[in-house]
């Protein structure tokens, strides 16, 4: 990924921090989740996204 392309995706996620269902919260939850797992989480995605709303 080239510079350019990397700001812009920056910058995206900057401007839809917040909204419900942005491509920001994607991939906190995706990150949460998948380095949970690494660890030997037994948490599925959607038990982890009603865990995260709640704090």
Same mark, same amino acid.
């Given at each position: 990924m ?5 700001e812009? =995706? +920056?910058?995206? #996620?900057? /401007?839809?921090?917040? @909204?419900? $269902? *942005? +491509?920001?919260?994607i +991939?906190?939850?995706? =990150?949460?989740? $998948? *380095? $949970?797992? @690494?660890?030997? *989480?037994? =948490?599925?995605?959607?038990? #982890?996204? !009603? +865990? !995260? /709303?709640?704090?």
């Amino acid at each position: 990924m080239n510079n350019e392309h990397y700001e812009k =995706f +920056l910058k995206i #996620l900057k /401007e839809t921090k917040g @909204i419900h $269902n *942005s +491509l920001n919260e994607i +991939l906190k939850y995706d =990150f949460i989740y $998948n *380095s $949970n797992k @690494i660890e030997g *989480s037994t =948490f599925t995605k959607e038990a #982890l996204q !009603m +865990l !995260m /709303e709640k704090i």
